[in-house]
């Protein structure tokens, strides 16, 4: 299961795989500040989504993550 970081540099396009959400966020972010076009990252389903549709997708993901109770500390 990859995601898929594409844009145009250009008039060529280029294309990146990422093994996480966050890696492919963080991609695409970084193409948008290097200023390239056409911005586009695609799930493991195939839906495409342009870099801000896709940090609100990620948003919600996070949100949706169980919180992991406090480690309790051990008496001495």
């Known amino acids: 299961m990859y995601f898929q970081v594409s844009a145009t540099d250009r008039s060529r396009s280029v294309t990146f795989q990422r093994a996480s959400m966050t890696e ?37 993901a996070q949100e949706q993550r169980p919180v992991r109770p406090a480690l309790r500390a051990r008496a001495a």
């Open 24 to 60: 492919a966020l963080e991609k695409a972010l970084a193409l948008l500040v290097s200023g390239l076009t056409d911005v586009m990252v695609t799930n493991p389903d195939g839906a495409r989504h342009t870099p801000t549709e896709f940090l609100a997708a990620y948003r919600s």
